[in-house]
């Protein structure tokens, strides 16, 4: 968890985002225009283990998420926060039993759970990469959100955000573990799932920004082993060191979750394919689903 000092009078928004992989919470304050971190928390609750849609969370995992919930609720209660979201992704979306996980977190934390549609997520992911940009360019701009259970493409502008976006139900949770990849993927599972990505997003007709950024949870975790890109060149580099060594490794030395470094290898074919339905190279931007929710929170109340 990162934390900064608190600063007085300054109104402060949070967003606790219900992801397949993971369940962050995030408490900012907008300085010049843009967002300031104040709290950033995140617990594996890995509801897109399963890989299969529809699916079951289980009474189980109901029970953790709400209390997760509840508890970066609370954190976000204690630093004074003027609106609380709590929202959800692919992996509830698709689940089964969602009704019963929304009543769960509703009575563990007092705050309904908002469960996003494709189009909103989307919309969202590019309300926080684009709001986030220290300068942002003119011209169309693309945004990839890849999560553990949806990818998203989203174009459009900064003065009319979103024109164009489209979700695929393919993140680095379902295609690890739909493909059974082993610890670390073998040469020929990776071929067979770049091949397949290949033919699915070719069917994207997709409109070709002039500079594309990305999010969620895979390109925040590649920024340590990346720095600043992800052409195709350091995509295919990063690639070759996560899969040399089992996910353990790999994580030990990078400083991450181990559960992040095993789904990383599909983040990164997945992040390849995207790229290249949308005709450039990947940057990395400094915010996306929950900075977007956070930024709609602070407009919403100046009104």
Known sequence: MTRSHPAAFVTRCACIDIGSNTTRLLVAEPVDGRLREVVSERAFTLLGAAGAVPCTVGQDKIAEVAAVVARQARLAAE???ASLRVIATAAVRGAEDR???ATAIGAACGTRLEILDAREEARLAFQGAIGMLARCPGGLLGVVDVGGGSTELV???RQEGATWSISLPLGSSTVTHGEAFSDPPTPRQLARVRTALADRFAAVEAPQPAV???VGGSATSLQRLMGVALDPESLAKGLQVLVARPAADVALRLGLHAE????????ILLLDAASRAL????QFAGGGLREGVVLEQLALLRR
């Open 99 to 101: 009704a019963v996980l």
């Open 79 to 81: 630093l004074g926060v």
């Open 155 to 157: 174009v459009g502008t």
């Open 279 to 282: 005709g450039a190279p990947l």
């Open 212 to 214: 594309a950024y990305a």
């Open 260 to 267: 992040r470094a095993r789904l990383l290898p599909a983040g």
